[in-house]
């Protein structure tokens, strides 16, 4: 029933107590990703997006269900995906250069080996010059920049986004989004993308789940017809607005029946 | 009263004219860089910075001075306010002839030294923590009465724990900064961002790793702010000690002068303790300077 990929989430269920009572955050959630996919997961808010995160990326314990990667379990196992969370949670105590190490270091690697392998990524992508300031230094484009090449140099195959550019001005956005396609294109990674932004979704993926508010669940999965390489104009073009209208419709759909 | 407002208001615009002109001479200095110069920041700051300076001086001399003639005229009693002069003598003497160095080294080291013990297990003990949640729980109301309790007052107790020497002086001065430093970091570790934890573990962190890469770095502010706080209570600490019981120290000096009626002497005492806490208290902010500048660096 399921293709055969490198993320299988299978019927994931995660229940918590509140004030004794149980409340379900996720319902039997299952998602398939094939390797080097782009896919988003799309819903309205409280609908279990960061703690589905939570539980592939290892740190919280699904009340039942199956996370699958490269063919085992990787249940309970931290550090086995890189996970971007939702504010970039750079530590402001370090420069730039010495925050986006921090998963090498981490791993023991030694610093300047390290350092050896970030900086050319740092000039690649739009951090050269930054790398000896502090995170408060920087504007919030190139703060999110900077945790994601840390992630990125933690060097996994599959990558969480938790809405990593919510934050950011439209303009911004949109130059960080063509970054982000890039930084995929180069480094074939598979990458799991949370976003409120309808827009967003269908220019960056090959596939969006529509997830359904509290308990979270996928209402439907939907493939974006548009070729790559994509480009701003793809945006304006008839297949990018009926998928939106789709979309919209599908969660509003959700929103009138609570 | 309304013309002393009204100088005070006219100052007032005068400044604020001067502010808006300045802007107007930045902006205008664009168009035309031959502008005349209407407000100089820098040379109004030279300005006030002298005047701050002699206006201290001025207090500092009416003050010592107004003593002086006070005492000399008669107006004080000279037995008991003594007065700079004689201060000044007797201090001389005790610096040349007596044992007045001696003391100075005696009290300041029993404060640097349970100053320095007190902050680091301190420290420690309140980073500590981190590491159990009930462990942290079951402490912290006895961290809150062991930090209540007025600890100069198991000073006799120490005295006849420890003798009347050195070591009872630094562990009064350890006792008094113990505790305060150990509920600052403790306040540290308490608002570390949980995210920022989350992160680490998503990087594959232990929790060694979390707590060295994360809680410490975080927490050396709150313990750093501790420090101006500690150096006065562990010469409180270490004076009373010497109050107590001892045979050095310039708490001793006083004690001992008092009991002699010396008064001269003990106003020596308590200048010289003036002097001592304040050279410690910018030895203090120097070392908060070098550890926020080194220690941020390192982790």
Not at chain 1, 126 to 142: A, I, N, R, V, Y
Not at chain 2, 12 to 31: C, F, H, L, N, P
Not at chain 2, 95 to 110: A, E, K, Q, R, V
Not at chain 2, 170 to 193: P, Q, R
Request: charge should be positive; proline fraction near 4%; aromatic fraction near 10%.
């Amino acid at each position: 029933m399921h293709e055969k990929g490198k993320v299988e989430v299978t019927d994931v269920c995660k229940t918590y107590q509140k004030n004794d009572q149980n409340v379900v955050s996720l319902s039997h959630v299952s998602l398939s990703i094939k390797e080097r996919q782009f896919v988003s997961i799309i819903g309205p808010s409280g609908c279990g997006k960061s703690t589905l995160f939570n539980i592939i990326a290892g740190l919280l314990l699904p009340t039942s269900g199956n996370v699958i990667a490269d063919g085992h379990s990787i249940i309970g196992r931290a550090g086995y995906v890189g996970y971007m969370l939702q504010k970039d949670m750079l530590l402001p105590w370090r420069t730039i250069e010495d925050n986006i190490i921090l998963g090498l270091e981490i791993r023991d690697v030694p610093k300047k080996e390290a350092l050896a392998r970030a900086l050319p990524l740092m000039e690649r992508y739009g951090l050269k010059g930054f790398e000896k300031h502090h995170p408060d230094e920087l504007s919030g484009g190139m703060r999110q920049r900077a945790a994601l090449l840390r992630t990125l140099l933690y060097d996994r195959d599959i990558m969480l986004l938790d809405e990593p550019f919510g934050a950011l001005d439209a303009q911004t956005r949109l130059s960080m989004q063509n970054w982000l396609l890039q930084i995929w294109h180069d480094f074939g990674k598979t990458v799991l993308f949370v976003t409120h932004d309808i827009d967003e979704a269908i220019y960056l993926s090959d596939d969006i789940y529509v997830f359904s508010p509290r308990p979270g669940s996928v209402r439907s999965k939907i493939t974006v017809p548009i070729k790559r390489p994509r480009t701003t104009e793809d945006m304006t073009s008839p297949p990018f607005m009926e998928l939106k209208h789709d979309l919209l419709k599908l969660l509003n759909a959700g929103q009138a029946t609570d | 009263m309304t013309s002393a407002g009204e100088k005070l208001h006219l100052q007032k615009t005068s400044s604020d004219d001067g502010k808006t002109g300045r802007v107007q001479t930045e902006t205008a200095s664009v168009r035309l860089p031959g502008h005349r110069i209407l407000y100089d920041e820098k040379a109004e700051q030279k300005k006030r910075r002298l005047q701050v300076r002699l206006g201290r001086l001025i207090v500092g001399v009416v003050l010592f001075g107004g003593w002086e003639i006070l005492v000399r005229v008669g107006v004080l009693d000279s037995y008991y306010w003594s007065c700079p002069s004689a201060i000044l003598k007797t201090t001389w003497i005790q610096l040349t002839t007596g044992s007045l160095w001696n003391d100075i080294l005696y009290t300041s080291g029993s404060t640097i030294l349970g100053f320095l013990t007190g902050t680091f297990f301190g420290a420690l003990l309140g980073l500590s923590f981190w590491w159990s949640k009930s462990y942290a729980g079951i402490s912290e109301p006895y961290l809150i009465i062991l930090n209540a309790l007025p600890k100069l007052a198991l000073g006799p107790v120490l005295v006849i724990l420890f003798g009347i020497g050195f070591s009872s002086k630094v562990i009064l001065a350890f006792l008094m900064t113990v505790i305060t430093t150990a509920l600052y970091a403790y306040s540290g570790v308490k608002s570390v961002d949980p995210a920022m934890e989350t992160l680490l573990y998503s990087l594959g962190a232990k929790r060694y790793q979390v707590f060295n890469k994360v809680v410490v770095p975080w927490s050396l502010p709150w313990i750093i702010s501790s420090l101006r706080v500690n150096i006065a209570l562990a010469l409180a600490g270490a004076i009373v000690g010497e109050f107590i019981a001892s045979s050095h120290g310039v708490g001793r000096m006083v004690i001992y002068a008092g009991t002699i009626l010396d008064i001269n002497l003990v106003w020596v005492g308590v200048f010289v303790l003036s002097i001592l806490s304040m050279v410690m208290y910018c030895g203090v902010v120097l070392l908060e300077k070098w550890l926020s500048k080194h220690l941020t660096n390192i982790h």
